[in-house]
Each structure stands twice: as structure tokens, then as C-alpha cells.
């Protein structure tokens, strides 16, 4: 089935500094989503994208769809605290139902 | 937010026992699916339905049965419970066409198996 890698696994970084997390897939995906999840919560989606090349903000978070299709980046702009969480990039190659494949996530860690 | 319960939100229970889990949405979204998160796994597919009755396996759905009967219910059932069953469980909903990929998600349930 699909694969999606994504990387760093984990980061630890000072309030203020800039993130970019990205993710990889074996094969051509026509959707991408990221999602950030809390302690002891579900995950939250934060950006959906469609088109190749297609970069979306929100607030502080840009995520774009990469031109080959395979691959996806979020960037978190001077970050804060309340950042910290598990990021998820997820994938769907079109098919049908909305399946989605979820890559392992990246641990974000911010000192104050 | 969406309107997703999931009950129990925590659950503990003996190999070998069967266990149900619901699944709830106020949102008449026709897409519901259930996931399991297991550390260093991320979030995997158990089961999914796009239709009262109609539903279909994911990747990891041995050992799992699902039912839909109405719109808004949607449950997950371990027939016999294992100890490699112990997972945070998440369902989640999407609505159609487009933003049938716009999942969202509910609380958990947190199930242990001993």
C-alpha cells in the first residue's frame, strides 16, 4: 500500500524560531492534509491542499503540495508554546471514500 | 468543532472478552472510519463506511468488526479481545465529494487489554 515518510521524527526548539517539517510519498498523491494532535486528544485539521504547487496559510502555519506530487511541507512561523503537539501529514492517491494514509508524525517540543 | 463523541473514553478489559465502541456524530456526514494509534505508527485505517450498511476493511482490520445501522452511529467490535489490540482507538468523519478527505475527529478511547 501507500507509504508516507515524514520527518523529523522530533524537534526541540526555542519560542520564537521558525519549523519546517515535510513529508514524503512512494507514489503520486492528489490531496494532502496536515493535522496537529494534543495530548489526550483527537487530531485537528489545520491545512487541506489540492493542487500541485498550491501553498495555504493559516495564522502562522504555511503548508505547501509539492510539484512532483509526492511530497509535502508545513513551516510554523516564529513559534509558541502552545505549538507543541504531534504534527501528521496525510495523503489519499484519489482513491475512493475519502481513505487517507497517515505518515508517523513529527514531536514538537518548544522551550520557553 | 465537529460534533464527534466516542464512548467509553476508556475501557479495560480481559483477553478473550468481546469489547464494542461507538462512535456518534450530529454532523449527518456520510463518511465514518474508525483508526487505531499505536506509537511509531501514526493513525491506521481499521475500518471505514460510506453508507448506513455499507462498509468496507481498512489495513489493519483483523480481528475487527464494524456496523452502521444509522447515520450517526457507527460501531467498532473486538469479538475476542487481544493484548495486541491495546491502542488508542479514533473515529473520525468526513462529508462528501471533495471534503470527503477532510477528516475530523473525535476525543478517543483509550483501550487496554490484560
Known amino acids: ?112 | 468543532d465537529a460534533g464527534i463523541t466516542q464512548s467509553p473514553r476508556h475501557k479495560v478489559t480481559e483477553t478473550g472478552t468481546p469489547v464494542t465502541l461507538r462512535c456518534h456524530q450530529t454532523e449527518n456526514h456520510r463518511y465514518m472510519y474508525w483508526y487505531r494509534q499505536d506509537p511509531g505508527h501514526g493513525l491506521r485505517l481499521i475500518h471505514y463506511s460510506y453508507g448506513v450498511k455499507d462498509t468496507d476493511k481498512g489495513e489493519v482490520s483483523d480481528g475487527y468488526s464494524v456496523s452502521r445501522s444509522k447515520t450517526e452511529d457507527f460501531l467498532l467490535t473486538l469479538e475476542s479481545a487481544t493484548s495486541s489490540q491495546t491502542s488508542v482507538y479514533f473515529c473520525a468523519i468526513s462529508g462528501a465529494g471533495q471534503l470527503s478527505y477532510e477528516q475530523y475527529f473525535g476525543p478517543g478511547t483509550r483501550l487496554t487489554v490484560t
Not at chain 1, 523529523?8 to 493535522?35: H, R
Not at chain 1, 494532535?37 to 491545512?47: A, H, K, S, W
Open chain 1, 1 to 112: 500500500g501507500q507509504q508516507l515518510n515524514q520527518s523529523p521524527q522530533s524537534m526541540f526548539i526555542q519560542e520564537g524560531e521558525d519549523v519546517s517539517m515535510n513529508c514524503t510519498s512512494s507514489s503520486i498523491f492528489n490531496t494532502w492534509l496536515w493535522y496537529k494532535q494534543d495530548p489526550g486528544e483527537g487530531p485537528v485539521l489545520l491545512i487541506a491542499l489540492y493542487k500541485a504547487g498550491e501553498l495555504t496559510s493559516n495564522g502562522r502555519l504555511t503548508a505547501q503540495f509539492g510539484i512532483t506530487r509526492k511530497d509535502s511541507f508545513l513551516n510554523i512561523s516564529a513559534s509558541i508554546p502552545s505549538d507543541v503537539g504531534i504534527y501528521f501529514c496525510a495523503g489519499s492517491g484519489g482513491t475512493s471514500y475519502g481513505k487517507l494514509t497517515f505518515g508517523q508524525g513529527t514531536i514538537l517540543t518548544v522551550h520557553p
